[in-house]
């Protein structure tokens, strides 16, 4: 059984730092891209980042210089370094897998339960 299980999120203040993991079981997932996706309340789920199995990395633009995504394929593990935080950023944050990239979470085969981020200002 394929699992992606997020760990990380929290409470934290604007300016500050958190970093989600991405533990993912149940086979391997070297040859599949993994990221990141969000969904704030009353808005709709959109893309952060992507690390491609071809270790592309790919990012929106609200994130670019702020967010790094790396991974750890021995591990089968991706992370997401977020700083700078603002209260924007509050979102409940997925981690999905897919065999290609795309920027509806819809497109990846995996996706985990999401875990809460909040940014208070």
């Known amino acids: 059984q394929v699992q992606l299980v997020e760990s990380g999120g929290g409470l934290v203040q604007a300016g500050g730092s958190l970093r989600l993991s991405c533990a993912a079981s149940?086979?391997?997932?070297?040859?599949?891209?993994m990221g990141w996706f969000r969904q704030a309340p009353g808005k709709e789920r959109e893309f952060v980042a992507v690390?491609?199995?071809?270790?592309?990395?790919y990012y929106a633009d609200s994130v670019k210089g702020r967010f790094t995504i790396s991974r750890d394929n021995a591990k089968n593990t991706v992370l997401l370094q977020m700083n700078s935080l603002k209260p924007e950023d509050t979102a409940v944050y997925y981690c999905?897998?897919?065999?290609?990239?795309?920027?509806?979470?819809?497109?990846?085969?995996?996706r985990g339960q999401g875990t809460q981020v909040t940014v208070s200002s």
């Open positions: 999905v897998a897919g065999l290609r990239v795309g920027l509806s979470s819809g497109e990846y085969d995996y």
């Open positions: 149940g086979r391997t997932f070297t040859t599949y891209d």
């Open positions: 690390r491609s199995s071809g270790r592309r990395e």
